[in-house]
């Protein structure tokens, strides 16, 4: 089937006999489809048709206290203090530039991710939060979410998150077994972990979230049950559970190790034991407590977004931009190196990205709705793309004959069975022209 390019599109039947697990879907276009721009856009010119009263505000810290196996994130292992500050230093300069030519009008969402916010200090942290506050007119009750890791989270950065507020805390713990921690690359110690916890339970913060993963060879489907058994048992608001993915340039890529071949199954365990516990699944990946409401007001569909930090993407509707991207240690140094040596100046330009035109910016629609268990609105997508999805996006008839969609008047949304596939469905929507970008991509 010719896509809207005229270019052949892989035949779904032919995406789901091959890879169950072809990648992870979470933003579209994929970084490895970015490039350097042959003439850079100057942040006015492309903010000026974008709503500015809904943005969403991400703050990238690329710090972590070790490395984890399985991570392909843009983060640095154990950086000098003096990184870390100039660092800051860097991130208030961009703030500051970039506050000043975009002009926002209400930020009504924040996150700080990584990396691991919580790698900085109390005072670095304070010092990130006040900056934050002071150039961008974040809402009072925004939801605002920070990444914290077990060895760096302590009551005094709660409190000082929890003043700046806070809303949500996100937390990889992986496993709760130590031989799966072992095999995941990621050793870490159980009463680091639960006094971790029981800190954030206790810090006022209104939402806490868990990471899980599963998929790891030699995971036994009884330490995926003590996992996830112990997990519930801290009544998290919220529980994600990622399947193992062995990628290119990570500790576990560099083994030649690959994941079980039982993710599938395993998702479906995880997932039963999560639906049973009065847990809602909102994704392939993420569940929430039933009576949990973390108050979302901006649309990742259709709101812009803007990125501080060496490792951030920021979004208008037609273009995506960021720093460069890396895997490796050293790489990512010398990005890091980069952005912090930036002019000021250089901050108020997009120099490094990606252009969608209609058809991507559609195709990122589908892709960021058809994966949630809400799917698609229909008339929502109609009225920004002048036509029914079904006509637009030609694949989603696909997706209905082979029982993994279903349409209703309103909605466009994935059965139980399609959202298991999620991660075969939302590789297999990316146009070819973004595949190939992605396919010549030299990771380094
Ligand atoms: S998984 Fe999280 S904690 Fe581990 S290296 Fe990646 S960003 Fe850091």
């Given at each position: 089937?010719?896509?809207?390019?005229?270019?052949?599109?892989?035949?779904l039947?032919?995406?789901?006999?091959?890879?169950?697990?072809?990648?992870?879907?979470?933003?579209?276009?994929?970084?490895?489809?970015?490039?350097l721009?042959?003439?850079?856009?100057?942040?006015?010119?492309?903010?000026?048709?974008?709503?500015?009263?809904?943005?969403?505000?991400?703050?990238?810290?690329?710090?972590?206290?070790?490395?984890?196996?399985?991570?392909?994130?843009?983060?640095?292992?154990?950086?000098?203090?003096?990184?870390?500050?100039?660092?800051?230093?860097?991130?208030?300069?961009?703030?500051?530039?970039?506050?000043?030519?975009?002009?926002?009008?209400?930020?009504?969402?924040?996150?700080?991710?990584?990396?691991?916010?919580?790698?900085?200090?109390?005072?670095?942290?304070?010092?990130?939060?006040?900056?934050?506050?002071?150039?961008?007119?974040?809402e009072?009750?925004?939801?605002?979410?920070?990444?914290?890791?077990?060895?760096?989270?302590?009551?005094?950065?709660?409190?000082?998150?929890?003043?700046?507020?806070?809303?949500?805390?996100?937390?990889?713990?992986?496993?709760?077994?130590?031989?799966?921690?072992?095999?995941?690359?990621?050793?870490?110690?159980?009463?680091?972990?639960?006094?971790?916890?029981?800190l954030?339970?206790?810090?006022?913060?209104?939402?806490?979230?868990?990471?899980?993963?599963?998929?790891?060879?030699?995971?036994?489907?009884?330490?995926?049950?003590?996992?996830v058994?112990?997990?519930?048992?801290?009544?998290?608001?919220?529980?994600?559970?990622?399947?193992?993915?062995?990628?290119?340039?990570?500790?576990?890529?560099?083994?030649?190790?690959?994941?079980?071949?039982?993710?599938?199954?395993?998702?479906?365990?995880?997932?039963?034991?999560?639906?049973?516990a009065?847990?809602?699944?909102?994704?392939?990946?993420?569940?929430?407590?039933?009576?949990?409401?973390?108050?979302?007001?901006?649309?990742?569909?259709?709101?812009?977004?803007?990125?501080?930090?060496?490792?951030?993407?920021?979004y208008?509707?037609?273009?995506?931009?960021?720093?460069?991207?890396?895997?490796?240690?050293?790489?990512?140094r010398?990005?890091?190196?980069?952005?912090?040596?930036?002019?000021?100046?250089?901050?108020?330009?997009?120099?490094?990205?990606?252009?969608?035109?209609?058809?991507?910016?559609?195709?990122?629609?589908?892709?960021?709705?058809?994966?949630?268990?809400?799917?698609?609105?229909?008339?929502?997508?109609?009225?920004?793309?002048?036509?029914?999805?079904?006509?637009?996006?030609?694949?989603?008839?696909?997706?209905?004959?082979?029982?993994?969609a279903?349409?209703?008047?309103?909605?466009?949304?994935?059965?139980?069975?399609?959202?298991?596939?999620?991660?075969?469905?939302?590789?297999?929507?990316?146009?070819?022209?973004?595949?190939?970008?992605?396919?010549?991509?030299?990771?380094?």
């Amino acid at each position: 089937m010719p896509n809207l390019n005229g270019e052949m599109t892989t035949r779904l039947s032919d995406a789901i006999a091959g890879d169950h697990y072809a990648g992870y879907a979470y933003a579209y276009p994929h970084k490895t489809s970015y490039r350097l721009f042959d003439h850079p856009v100057d942040l006015p010119t492309a903010w000026s048709d974008e709503d500015k009263s809904r943005l969403f505000l991400y703050v990238h810290l690329p710090f972590c206290e070790m490395r984890c196996g399985f991570c392909n994130l843009f983060t640095a292992s154990q950086p000098p203090s003096e990184l870390v500050r100039q660092t800051l230093d860097a991130i208030e300069t961009q703030s500051r530039v970039v506050s000043g030519r975009v002009e926002p009008q209400r930020v009504v969402q924040v996150a700080f991710g990584g990396g691991t916010p919580t790698y900085l200090t109390a005072d670095e942290l304070e010092r990130l939060l006040v900056m934050m506050r002071c150039d961008w007119p974040i809402e009072s009750e925004a939801p605002f979410s920070v990444e914290v890791s077990p060895a760096t989270v302590d009551a005094t950065k709660l409190t000082i998150l929890r003043d700046h507020g806070v809303r949500r805390i996100s937390m990889g713990v992986q496993s709760f077994v130590s031989r799966d921690l072992n095999q995941l690359g990621r050793p870490q110690d159980h009463q680091t972990v639960e006094h971790s916890i029981e800190l954030i339970r206790q810090s006022g913060i209104d939402l806490f979230n868990l990471d899980l993963i599963y998929g790891n060879q030699g995971q036994t489907e009884s330490d995926w049950f003590a996992t996830v058994r112990k997990a519930l048992q801290y009544d998290p608001g919220e529980l994600f559970l990622y399947p193992l993915y062995v990628r290119k340039l990570t500790g576990l890529g560099k083994t030649g190790r690959s994941p079980a071949e039982n993710r599938r199954h395993m998702y479906r365990l995880g997932r039963e034991l999560l639906l049973d516990a009065g847990y809602r699944q909102i994704s392939m990946r993420m569940f929430r407590k039933s009576g949990t409401d973390y108050g979302t007001q901006h649309c990742c569909q259709e709101d812009g977004m803007i990125g501080l930090g060496p490792g951030a993407r920021s979004y208008t509707r037609e273009l995506h931009y960021s720093s460069e991207y890396a895997v490796s240690g050293s790489s990512i140094r010398k990005i890091i190196d980069k952005f912090n040596r930036r002019d000021p100046e250089d901050f108020a330009l997009a120099d490094y990205g990606v252009w969608l035109n209609a058809e991507e910016q559609s195709r990122r629609y589908l892709i960021r709705s058809l994966l949630q268990v809400d799917g698609l609105d229909r008339q929502a997508f109609a009225s920004l793309f002048g036509a029914d999805v079904c006509l637009v996006l030609p694949q989603v008839e696909q997706l209905l004959e082979s029982g993994f969609a279903e349409l209703t008047a309103e909605r466009l949304m994935l059965t139980a069975e399609g959202l298991a596939h999620s991660d075969v469905i939302g590789p297999w929507l990316y146009s070819d022209a973004v595949l190939s970008r992605m396919e010549q991509f030299e990771l380094q």
